[in-house]
């Protein structure tokens, strides 16, 4: 904890308190929280597609957090990793998408309910 | 063999113990019971080698006769193949008769069946032939006779080159191969494999013509009437081996000679029940195969199959393995005070029925049927009035004279295109080319009705006289039945001989639903109305010479009675030798009360010789006088009135009708009069007395209505609660099945509630543990 705040002392303005990892961590549940909102409440396939991405870098930030934290590189190692293979992930979603919309003309999710028991 | 020896070794101890026991029960006589057992175990001596051609020749015969169908041969092949196995076969069985012995000997052939029971006995069955003079009668005229109709078959089935010709006469090798089994097999068990093996080759050939459905029906009914009695066998064979620990004749006879002692000894009802219980329960098997009340039904609707079949399985041979069965182990039957007076009874009930019936029917195959059913009858009741001589010589002489009417009607048949009607047939004998016939058809019948002096009638006359000379419950009334019936019989044998083969000469060809399904081309008339310019097919000389031969033999038969005469003929030496006669001696308890001895009059007759023994108790007379003296003079009076009451009410005018006969036309005779008058009778005689229609309501409407009580159980009870298990399952998925909605957003809302429960469950845990240490 001393650490984080003599670290953040040095570049953030004086009046500001400084950010703890309790700020970080809402950051990313709030983050989190507004991805899986997103998720649930829109039907845009895009949209729905950015609400993970947005679910995504809330763990990111997380486990930067906690990287930082802890003083070790493990949790932002981690995150590089994830970004790339969220990278090639993305470029994939995104085509299933296109090739979903040229099947219905639509990005509307509801329109791919088939699979029901 | 080393096999023999065992078996004579375990022989010895179980013929001690079974002494031991009757020891026990008896209190004497188990020393000599003893002595005698061994004495017969050592009598059994290895048979010679070459008995075993008997069975395997026909074997043979099916191996060639299959190949030829495989082949493709379509040729008279099959048949010569069949006479040349089955020739064989009667050459090996004469040699086999010249050269046996007194005594039984067993030829083993190998070992079939060897079991261990677990309680360290073992239960073996051999593929072994025992051969005594039972044997080789029996074989004489299977073998003989198959050869015979094998040869008329090959004309009468060449209808049928072009189908079934292999077939037929595959299945007609196979019988032989399972009659022999049946007739020399030294061992229960290989007995039971011919028995079933004649009753499968029965069923192939009444259902020969398998596309008429009536074929298929009967041959169905033969196999399922002859189950029933198959079953009795079966147990009958079961409680031997639990009775006696063995299967095997030889090992048998001389277990069950100290209960025969017993029975000699007054003390029949000593023996133990279950002992008395395996000849009821043989004599049930034999009822079945041998068309006995109550299931002979089965017999004359086997005149669905070809006429050869008819003459060899259904008259001549398979259905006198019942009689063959009671008197190999008669042994077995005389120590039961009940199992010979059942016989006796049945016999005479089933002679008197069937022979009722067989006057009123029209169809001459179906006659010639009841009166086989009929003439059964008296064989059992022959082997009931301790005359197994007697049974066994009718056995032979029905065995000839009535294959030989078999196959006269089946060359009228094979002729007049199925024609079997007696009242559209007249003076057969008499047209070109049918004098044969006509001859052959004559002289059985004379045999049948128990004319004077022919073969049937010294047979039919030895188990007559029998009937008043042995003591037993009602065997007098009984013989008084089967005078009756044997007037009977002369009279509707005769009414088909004055209706069919003599009078006005008048043919109308058969339908062909008969026998000829296939005629119409046969006869060069290919038109479907072949009625129109028919021409009969007088028999070729296949069936001319096999009906001569037949002829002179059955006439030769009568000879056999003055053969041997201490015996009562060559039957009865043959029979005094073999295990049928065993103990023919042990009449004692039939009457008990009269132990005095018999003072016998064996003037002149060649019977009675050694009645002493026989019978043991008071000969029993017939007006006054010796049976068997008298019964040559009562039977032959039956006989003839038969004869004559069936001249005078179908014969022809003139001499052929005797001069009492009255026939112009085919159709009509005096006897439709009297038929009107004595209306009802007649009709229920010619429906059989409602013998089907009776069982079809006691056992088989019962067994159908039953069969749908159990469907709708299986189909309620059963299906319904495999349903029911299987509904289960279906209906829990039917609740939770609605959350699979398809939805994108639900699933994901159900992984975040998931999560959600993961979180305050973590939470929850964190602050009641206080936040971990």
Redesign the interface.
């Given at each position: 904890m001393d650490m984080l705040t003599t670290l953040a002392q040095a570049d953030l303005p004086a009046a500001m308190a400084p950010a703890t990892l309790a700020h970080y961590l809402f950051l990313s549940a709030a983050m989190f929280a507004i991805g899986?909102i997103g998720?649930?409440?829109r039907?845009n396939l895009i949209v729905?597609f950015l609400c993970t991405e947005l679910m995504f870098q809330a763990a990111g930030i997380a486990l930067i957090a906690f990287s930082r934290f802890h003083m070790e590189q493990t949790g932002q190692t981690f995150v590089i990793f994830v970004l790339t293979v969220a990278a090639a992930e993305a470029a994939l979603a995104l085509a299933l998408v296109v090739l979903l919309f040229r099947r219905r003309d639509s990005l509307d999710?509801?329109q791919?309910?088939?699979?029901?028991? | 063999m080393l096999n023999l020896a065992e078996s004579i070794t375990s022989l010895l101890t179980t013929a001690t113990d079974a002494a031991g026991g009757l020891q026990q029960a008896a209190g004497h006589g188990a020393a000599e019971a003893a002595a005698h057992g061994a004495t017969h175990a050592t009598d059994v001596v290895m048979g010679p080698w070459y008995v075993l051609l008997i069975p395997l020749l026909p074997m043979l015969g099916v191996v060639l006769v299959t190949l030829t169908a495989l082949l493709g041969i379509r040729t008279k092949l099959p048949a010569w193949l069949t006479v040349a196995c089955l020739g064989g076969a009667f050459a090996t069985t004469v040699v086999m008769y010249w050269n046996v012995s007194a005594g039984p000997a067993v030829t083993y052939g190998f070992r079939w069946i060897d079991l261990a029971t677990g309680n360290g006995h073992r239960f073996t069955a051999d593929f072994g032939l025992y051969v005594d003079s039972l044997t080789c009668l029996w074989m004489l005229f299977v073998t003989g006779l198959g050869t015979l109709i094998a040869l008329y078959a090959s004309e009468y089935m060449a209808d049928d080159l072009k189908a079934g010709y292999a077939r037929f006469f595959m299945a007609f090798n196979l019988f032989v191969f399972s009659m022999a089994c049946l007739v020399m097999a030294d061992n229960l068990v290989l007995m039971f494999l011919g028995w079933e093996g004649v009753g499968l080759c029965s069923y192939l050939l009444i259902g020969y013509y398998f596309k008429k459905p009536s074929a298929v029906a009967a041959s169905k009914k033969a196999f399922v009437v002859n189950r029933i009695g198959d079953l009795g066998l079966l147990m009958g064979i079961f409680l031997t081996y639990v009775e006696f620990g063995t299967v095997q004749y030889a090992e048998l006879f001389p277990m069950v000679e100290p209960y025969v002692e017993l029975v000699k000894s007054g003390m029949a009802w000593d023996v133990p029940m279950r002992v008395g219980l395996i000849p009821v329960l043989f004599m049930v098997g034999a009822f079945g195969k041998s068309a006995q009340l109550p299931l002979f039904v089965w017999l004359p609707d086997a005149m669905e199959g070809p006429t050869p079949v008819s003459a060899l399985i259904h008259a001549a041979t398979m259905v006198t393995a019942g009689v063959y069965l009671i008197a190999r182990t008669y042994a077995f039957f005389v120590v039961s005070p009940i199992a010979l007076p059942i016989v006796a009874w049945v016999g005479a009930a089933t002679a008197l029925v069937s022979a009722t019936i067989g006057m009123a029917q029209f169809d001459i195959k179906r006659i010639m049927a009841y009166s086989t059913v009929s003439q059964l009858g008296y064989m059992f009741c022959g082997l009931a009035f301790l005359s197994t001589a007697g049974a066994a010589f009718h056995v032979l002489t029905h065995a000839f004279f009535k294959a030989m009417l078999f196959l006269a009607c089946g060359a009228v048949m094979h002729g007049f295109a199925g024609q079997l009607d007696l009242r559209k047939l007249s003076g057969v004998a008499f047209m070109k080319g049918w004098g044969i016939v006509g001859i052959a058809m004559f002289v059985g019948c004379l045999n049948l009705a128990g004319f004077p002096f022919t073969a049937g009638y010294f047979s039919k006359d030895m188990i007559l006289a029998e009937a008043f000379v042995t003591q037993g419950p009602g065997y007098s009334v009984l013989g008084w039945v089967l005078l009756v019936t044997a007037g009977l019989t002369a009279y509707y044998t005769f009414r088909v001989f004055f209706r069919v083969f003599v009078g006005p000469r008048h043919a109308e060809p058969g339908d062909d639903h008969h026998d000829h399904a296939h005629d119409a081309g046969e006869h060069g008339d290919a038109e479907p109305d072949h009625h129109h310019g028919f021409h009969p097919h007088a028999p070729g000389w296949a069936i001319n010479l096999v009906l001569a031969l037949l002829t002179v033999g059955s006439i030769a038969a009568a000879g056999l009675y003055f053969v041997d005469k201490e015996n009562h003929g060559w039957v009865g030496g043959m029979i005094h030798n073999s295990s049928a006669y065993t103990s023919a001696g042990s009449a004692a308890f039939l009457d008990s009360a009269n132990i005095g001895m018999h003072v016998d009059d064996p003037v002149g007759t060649g019977h009675s010789a050694d009645h002493d023994d026989a019978h043991g108790g008071a000969h029993g007379t017939l007006f006054g006088q010796d049976p068997h003296k008298i019964m040559y003079y009562v039977s032959a009076v039956f006989g003839v009135v038969g004869i004559l009451t069936a001249a005078y009410l179908h014969g022809p005018k003139g001499p052929l009708g005797l001069f009492i006969g009255g026939r112009t036309k085919a159709a009509t005779s005096r006897a439709d009069g009297l038929a009107d008058a004595m209306m009802p009778l007649p009709t229920y005689a010619r429906n059989k007395w409602y013998f089907d229609e009776f069982y079809g309501a006691l056992i088989v409407k019962p067994l159908r209505a039953l069969s749908h009580v159990f469907h709708l159980i299986d189909k309620l009870l059963i299906d319904g609660l495999v349903n029911l298990i299987g509904s289960l399952p279906r209906f829990v998925a039917s609740l939770i099945r609605p959350s699979q909605s398809g939805l994108l957003q639900g699933y994901a809302a159900g992984m975040a509630a998931g999560l959600a429960v993961v979180v305050v469950t973590v939470w929850m845990v964190i602050a009641v543990t206080g936040g971990g240490s």
């Open positions: 899986l998720f649930l409440t039907r729905m999710a509801e791919w309910s088939e699979m029901k028991g | -």
